[in-house]
Every structure is written in structure tokens, then in C-alpha cells.
């Protein structure tokens, strides 16, 4: 077997994930497929939580949920100890059908319903991670109406701007996620609610951006919540036991991107924080982080079916899948770079380099402008590398195309982790039309 960490091959020559042929997984499963190397998700979980470990502090590594919810995900990372983060009433009800502890819960967003947020009180999550006033009063009623307490967290934004696409930034302070510091909302959220009996007030958080490729962001992101902290401790007496550092943490989508290993960026984050505890003399809080992509991205393939091609002399061809945005919309939109290969022979050499369209009725359908490709044929297997993140989590039936069937791969075996949807499924939840007045 070969390993040359974007990808293993089998003696055939053939793709394998998770130890299993990649062919065989198309054949048993049809196309399109989303598959997952199983090993490679506990493998990140790992790394950030020994990377933790090492530095000798206390930690929770929280996975963003976003990036790829399902029974079965949330069933391993409470197998690796970790928590996680939910961003609506579906994934917390995911996660409670999985079993998962709901003290290792955040809950995130920028709106939370009123049924979300009972629901959270009455699960007991372990926090809420409240975003704006609205929330805060809402939360309020909620307890008093449930005689209840809560652990929360405020989730501010430090006017950071991550290096990565406008759509994956969030901690700017023209942002809609968060409380801001610059015109003191923050520090209007943090009397209230520690004037607020029902709610426990164990950190702060902030999350700068998705995708990003350098250590400095986040250091500067620590510098800016320890200042802060360093604020409310001599104005206000507190000092949060929790510092929320985000998500974001890059991955290699194609050669352009450098990646920097889980433990680099947990080295740099827990530097800075020990840093700036010792230039303004606080204690060093547990320092949460939550990864969603970084967990998921690169264990993930997906497995499509080649069907036809169109070629007009002069120009790129267009070489034909049988998905597309409707299970990867992350190319059109956010312009997102993949890469693909063969599955029966990933290592052939290239002969043309074609566009490789998806199957949707959109001309920006376009799941990798610019492919290099063997000499490939309508039946052809065509993997698309890392697209475990926001992909499976942001598909739709646009066209009515049913979603994709999604599959764990471990140890030499496959299993069946989300059924593929069918025609049935999508009509399912239609009703007929039944004319109202005359006519
Ligand atoms: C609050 C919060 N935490 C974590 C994440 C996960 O980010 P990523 O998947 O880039 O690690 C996001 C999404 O960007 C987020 O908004
Ligand atoms: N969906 C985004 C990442 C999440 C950003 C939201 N906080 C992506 O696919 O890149």
C-alpha cells in the first residue's frame, strides 16, 4: 500500500479509504458518495488534544458540528472525549439522538429562536454562548420561567480580520456575529449578565474566520481578549475561567496551501495567552478552541460517476460528474480550489486538464475549473480530495437531486452512515394543491 498522506492505493493500484478499494465503495454504495477515513477524524481530535496536554493547561477541544453533523460523527467525537458545538435546534437534537453528553454542549448563534433556546435549557447544555442583547433577555425569561440556571459564555467581536475569504471572516467588527468592544456593547453584556443571578458567566469567546493559514491571527486575537480581560478584571472584579479562541484552523485543499500542523497552532495560542497573563498579571484561563473543518475536511472524499463530456475545438473541455453544488457548493460559492484524481489509478498521468462540471442546471456548477486527467471514460470513478467540511452540511435538493449517501471507512470495512436520499424522500414532505374559491 501506498501512503502519500493526501491519499492511500491498494495493490491495484486503486484508491483506498479507510483501508477500503475506493471502486468498491462506488459499486456498493452508488454514486454520488461522501466518504470519511474514519481514522483520520480521531486522528486530528487527537492532535489538538495532545498538543493541550503537552502544554500543560487546562482545554476542551470543541468540534464545530457545522462542518459535518450526523448520529455517527457526534457518536465519535464523545468516543474521543471531546465536546462539541451546535448552531441549531437540528444539531442539538442530532446530538442527543447520538447519545452525547450535553454538559460537553456550546450552544452558538447569532439567532437563536425562543424554542431553541428552551430546548437548551431543558437539555441542560453545558453553555450558551450568547451573541447579542436580544438573546441575553430572551435566555432571561426562559430561566425565570424554568426556575433554572445556566452556564454562559459571551461571544465578542475584537475587531480582527482573519486572512481568508470576506465570507469566512467573522471577527471584524462589521460583522453580524457578537458583542462589540470598540463601542462598549461587550462590556454593556458582561454587567448585565453578571448582574443576572441565573446565569453563570464562565468565559468569553471569539471566533476571527475559517480557513486560515497562519499562526498570527489567532495571536493576535489572544492579545486582544487578554486586553480586554484585563479591562473587566480591574473595572468589573472578573476575570472568565474560560477563554473560547473559535474555530478556523486551515487545511490543505489543494498544493497551493501551506498547512500548519494542529500543534504549531496550539503551541502559538498557548504562548500568547501565557504571555499576556503574565504582562498584566491574571491567571491563565482553560483555553477552549473549536475545530470543525480541521477535524473533518481532509478525511472526507467524494466519489462521483463520469458521464458525458463536451469538447469545442479551441476550448477547455467539460468532463461530466453525477453531483456537484448540490453536495459541494463551497466552489460556487466561495470559489473554493479541490482537487481530484482517478480512483483506478490515481497516479496515472495527465493528459488534458478539462473543467469538471457538476450536473446542475447552473453554468457555475463547476466543481474544479482547471483538472488535470488521465485518459478517463463515461463510468469513470472521480474522487474529489478534502471535501469532508461544509459539504454534506451545505447540500441541498436544488434540482430535486436527492443528497448523496454518506459513509464511514475504518479498519478495511465500510459502513453506512446517512442513506442516500430517494425520490420518495424528496416528495415526502410536499402537499397537494387543492384549489380554494370558485374556479
Ligand atoms: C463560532 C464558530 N466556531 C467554530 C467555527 C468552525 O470553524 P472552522 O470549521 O473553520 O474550524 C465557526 C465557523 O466558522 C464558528 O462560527
Ligand atoms: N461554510 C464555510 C465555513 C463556515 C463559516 C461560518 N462561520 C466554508 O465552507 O468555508
Same mark, same amino acid.
Given at each position: 500500500m501506498l501512503t502519500n498522506n493526501l491519499y492511500d492505493i491498494n495493490e491495484h493500484n486503486h484508491l483506498t479509504i479507510g483501508g477500503v478499494d475506493a471502486l468498491e465503495l462506488a459499486q456498493n454504495f452508488g454514486t454520488p458518495l461522501i466518504v470519511y477515513d474514519v481514522a483520520r477524524i480521531k486522528q486530528q481530535l487527537q492532535a489538538f488534544q495532545t498538543a493541550f496536554a503537552q502544554q500543560n493547561i487546562d482545554y476542551a477541544v470543541s468540534y464545530? !458540528? *457545522?462542518?459535518f453533523a450526523a448520529i455517527a460523527m457526534y457518536q465519535v467525537v464523545n468516543q474521543a472525549g471531546a465536546h462539541i458545538d451546535v448552531v441549531s435546534g437540528g444539531e442539538l437534537y442530532t446530538a442527543l439522538q447520538a447519545g452525547f453528553?450535553?454538559?460537553?454542549v456550546s450552544f452558538h448563534g447569532n439567532n437563536k429562536t425562543p424554542a431553541e433556546l428552551l430546548l437548551a435549557v431543558k437539555q441542560h447544555v453545558g453553555v450558551i454562548i450568547l451573541d447579542n442583547f436580544y438573546e441575553i433577555e430572551l435566555l432571561n425569561q426562559i430561566l425565570q420561567e424554568n426556575q433554572t440556571k445556566i452556564k454562559v459564555m459571551l461571544r465578542i467581536t475584537p475587531g480582527v480580520t482573519a486572512h481568508t475569504h470576506q465570507y469566512d471572516q467573522?471577527?471584524?467588527?462589521? !460583522? *453580524?456575529f457578537g458583542f462589540d468592544v470598540r463601542s462598549r456593547q461587550a462590556t454593556r453584556a458582561l454587567k448585565m449578565v453578571l448582574a443576572?443571578?441565573?446565569?453563570?458567566?464562565?468565559g468569553i469567546h471569539a471566533h476571527i474566520g475559517s480557513?486560515?493559514?497562519?499562526v498570527e491571527g489567532f495571536e493576535l486575537e489572544v492579545q486582544a481578549l487578554m486586553q480586554i480581560i484585563k479591562d473587566w478584571s480591574q473595572q468589573y472584579d472578573y476575570q472568565p475561567q474560560v477563554l473560547n479562541l473559535g474555530g478556523g484552523f486551515g487545511i490543505r485543499y489543494t498544493a497551493q496551501d501551506q498547512i500548519i500542523e494542529p500543534g504549531v497552532f496550539v503551541k502559538a495560542i498557548v504562548q500568547a495567552v501565557k504571555r499576556s497573563a503574565s504582562k498584566y498579571q491574571l491567571s491563565i484561563p482553560a483555553i477552549w478552541i473549536e475545530p470543525g473543518r480541521s477535524i473533518v475536511g481532509a478525511a472526507g472524499y467524494s466519489l462521483y460517476t463520469i458521464g458525458s463530456r463536451k469538447d469545442v475545438p479551441g476550448l477547455q473541455s467539460y468532463v461530466n460528474v453525477d453531483g456537484g453544488m448540490g453536495d459541494n457548493i463551497r466552489p460556487a460559492l466561495y470559489q473554493a480550489d479541490y482537487e481530484a484524481i482517478l480512483?483506478?489509478?490515481?497516479?496515472a498521468a495527465a493528459v488534458e486538464t478539462v473543467h469538471?462540471?457538476?450536473?446542475?442546471?447552473?453554468?457555475?456548477?463547476?466543481?474544479?475549473?482547471q483538472q488535470k486527467l488521465p485518459?478517463?471514460?463515461?463510468g469513470d470513478i472521480v474522487a474529489v480530495l478534502a471535501?469532508?467540511?461544509?459539504g454534506y452540511s451545505m447540500a441541498s435538493n436544488y434540482n430535486r437531486v436527492p443528497r448523496p449517501a454518506v459513509v464511514f471507512a475504518e479498519a478495511g470495512q465500510s459502513q453506512l452512515v446517512i442513506k442516500r436520499e430517494t425520490y420518495a424522500d424528496l416528495v415526502s414532505h410536499d402537499c397537494f394543491y387543492q384549489q380554494k374559491g370558485g374556479n
Amino acid at each position: 500500500m501506498l501512503t502519500n498522506n493526501l491519499y492511500d492505493i491498494n495493490e491495484h493500484n486503486h484508491l483506498t479509504i479507510g483501508g477500503v478499494d475506493a471502486l468498491e465503495l462506488a459499486q456498493n454504495f452508488g454514486t454520488p458518495l461522501i466518504v470519511y477515513d474514519v481514522a483520520r477524524i480521531k486522528q486530528q481530535l487527537q492532535a489538538f488534544q495532545t498538543a493541550f496536554a503537552q502544554q500543560n493547561i487546562d482545554y476542551a477541544v470543541s468540534y464545530a !458540528s *457545522k462542518a459535518f453533523a450526523a448520529i455517527a460523527m457526534y457518536q465519535v467525537v464523545n468516543q474521543a472525549g471531546a465536546h462539541i458545538d451546535v448552531v441549531s435546534g437540528g444539531e442539538l437534537y442530532t446530538a442527543l439522538q447520538a447519545g452525547f453528553p450535553m454538559d460537553k454542549v456550546s450552544f452558538h448563534g447569532n439567532n437563536k429562536t425562543p424554542a431553541e433556546l428552551l430546548l437548551a435549557v431543558k437539555q441542560h447544555v453545558g453553555v450558551i454562548i450568547l451573541d447579542n442583547f436580544y438573546e441575553i433577555e430572551l435566555l432571561n425569561q426562559i430561566l425565570q420561567e424554568n426556575q433554572t440556571k445556566i452556564k454562559v459564555m459571551l461571544r465578542i467581536t475584537p475587531g480582527v480580520t482573519a486572512h481568508t475569504h470576506q465570507y469566512d471572516q467573522t471577527g471584524q467588527e462589521d !460583522s *453580524k456575529f457578537g458583542f462589540d468592544v470598540r463601542s462598549r456593547q461587550a462590556t454593556r453584556a458582561l454587567k448585565m449578565v453578571l448582574a443576572n443571578s441565573r446565569m453563570d458567566l464562565i468565559g468569553i469567546h471569539a471566533h476571527i474566520g475559517s480557513q486560515i493559514l497562519e499562526v498570527e491571527g489567532f495571536e493576535l486575537e489572544v492579545q486582544a481578549l487578554m486586553q480586554i480581560i484585563k479591562d473587566w478584571s480591574q473595572q468589573y472584579d472578573y476575570q472568565p475561567q474560560v477563554l473560547n479562541l473559535g474555530g478556523g484552523f486551515g487545511i490543505r485543499y489543494t498544493a497551493q496551501d501551506q498547512i500548519i500542523e494542529p500543534g504549531v497552532f496550539v503551541k502559538a495560542i498557548v504562548q500568547a495567552v501565557k504571555r499576556s497573563a503574565s504582562k498584566y498579571q491574571l491567571s491563565i484561563p482553560a483555553i477552549w478552541i473549536e475545530p470543525g473543518r480541521s477535524i473533518v475536511g481532509a478525511a472526507g472524499y467524494s466519489l462521483y460517476t463520469i458521464g458525458s463530456r463536451k469538447d469545442v475545438p479551441g476550448l477547455q473541455s467539460y468532463v461530466n460528474v453525477d453531483g456537484g453544488m448540490g453536495d459541494n457548493i463551497r466552489p460556487a460559492l466561495y470559489q473554493a480550489d479541490y482537487e481530484a484524481i482517478l480512483a483506478r489509478n490515481p497516479q496515472a498521468a495527465a493528459v488534458e486538464t478539462v473543467h469538471l462540471a457538476g450536473r446542475y442546471c447552473e453554468s457555475g456548477d463547476i466543481l474544479i475549473d482547471q483538472q488535470k486527467l488521465p485518459a478517463s471514460h463515461p463510468g469513470d470513478i472521480v474522487a474529489v480530495l478534502a471535501t469532508g467540511a461544509y459539504g454534506y452540511s451545505m447540500a441541498s435538493n436544488y434540482n430535486r437531486v436527492p443528497r448523496p449517501a454518506v459513509v464511514f471507512a475504518e479498519a478495511g470495512q465500510s459502513q453506512l452512515v446517512i442513506k442516500r436520499e430517494t425520490y420518495a424522500d424528496l416528495v415526502s414532505h410536499d402537499c397537494f394543491y387543492q384549489q380554494k374559491g370558485g374556479n
